[in-house]
Every structure is written in structure tokens, then in C-alpha cells.
């Protein structure tokens, strides 16, 4: 009878570890429409939608390189210091602004956690110019709920270059 009951209880508190972890669908479906957002303001070159998405404090926004093509730039430039590079929303916004080609960042394998106040954003990338895929790797966001709107305050992702390391295939 010891056995049964031991089970029982293990299971209730397994499911009730696992409910605690799910994040509330309604916060779930707002933070997936940030992700969406981000993604038509780039296509659309949108900028009032793209920075409507930030929180007006200073967005840390760091790209680092992946080793190859780290390697790749530092066989060019022997000068090169870092593997990584800051910008912000605003410089990034301008480059995609500055050329007239379409522009295109893809978002798989995208993972939400979170509560009601906070979030962070998981995901793979690809980056497309002209239909060709440029550069890939991950990214990750911070967000918080500000005054009931959800606002990116940190953007970090690795870069790899497609000419010079192309992206794996997925896995199946």
C-alpha cells in the first residue's frame, strides 16, 4: 500500500512542478508577437514598429563572433582586437534603412520563459540580404513588462558568417 501512495505523491508533485514552469498562454502569445514584430519591421523597414519594441533605457545590444569567422577576420585584419561588436537598436535599424535590397532575419527553435514581468527569448537566426542567407547563430533576449507592454532591454547573439561557415542543416 506504501508503494502505491509514494508514486501517487511523486506524480502530483512532478505535475504540479511542471505547472508552476508554464508560462501563462495570454504572456506567451504577447511575447511571440514581439518576436513577429521584429521580424515584419525588419521586412517591412518599419522603424516606428521596430522601436516601439525597446525599452527607451540603454538596450545593450552585443554581437560576438563565432570562431570561424572570427578567424576569417582576423586573417584580413590583423589589428582586430575584439570578437565581438556593440551597436544598439537605432544603428542597427539604420543599416537595414541604408540599403534598398530586402532584408530578413528567420527565428526557429524559439524558447519563452518568463513570468508576468519578465521574459527571455531563445532562438536560432538567419539573416537573409536579397533572398541569401548572410549570417546565422543564436540570440537571446531580456524583456520586461513596462507598464503593460513588453519591452526588449538586451539583445545578445553569436555570429557566424554563411561564406564562411554555412549553417548545419537541422537536426530531424
Not at 501563462?24 to 521580424?39: N, T
Not at 582586437?81 to 524559439?110: H, L
Request: glycine fraction near 6%; charged fraction near 30%.
Amino acid at each position: 500500500m506504501k508503494t502505491p501512495l509514494f508514486i501517487i505523491l511523486i506524480t502530483l508533485c512532478f505535475h504540479a512542478k511542471i505547472q508552476a514552469q508554464q508560462l501563462d498562454p495570454g504572456i506567451k502569445k504577447e511575447l511571440e508577437k514581439v518576436v513577429a514584430d521584429f521580424g515584419a519591421s525588419i521586412i517591412e523597414k518599419d522603424s516606428t514598429k521596430f522601436y516601439r519594441l525597446f525599452h527607451d533605457a540603454p538596450v545593450v545590444w552585443i554581437g560576438v563572433d563565432k570562431e570561424k569567422s572570427h578567424q576569417h577576420f582576423l586573417s584580413k585584419n590583423k589589428n582586430l582586437k575584439n570578437n565581438f561588436f556593440k551597436d544598439s537598436p537605432r544603428g542597427f535599424f539604420r543599416g537595414i534603412m541604408e540599403e534598398q535590397e530586402p532584408q530578413e532575419e528567420k527565428f526557429y527553435n524559439v524558447k519563452i520563459e518568463g513570468d508576468e514581468r519578465i521574459a527571455a527569448i531563445t532562438f536560432d537566426y538567419s539573416y537573409w540580404r536579397k533572398g541569401k542567407k548572410q549570417n546565422w547563430g543564436k540570440e537571446s533576449w531580456a524583456l520586461i513588462r513596462a507598464n503593460g507592454s513588453w519591452k526588449i532591454t538586451s539583445v545578445l547573439f553569436s555570429v557566424e558568417m554563411e561564406n564562411i561557415a554555412a549553417e548545419p542543416a537541422p537536426e530531424k
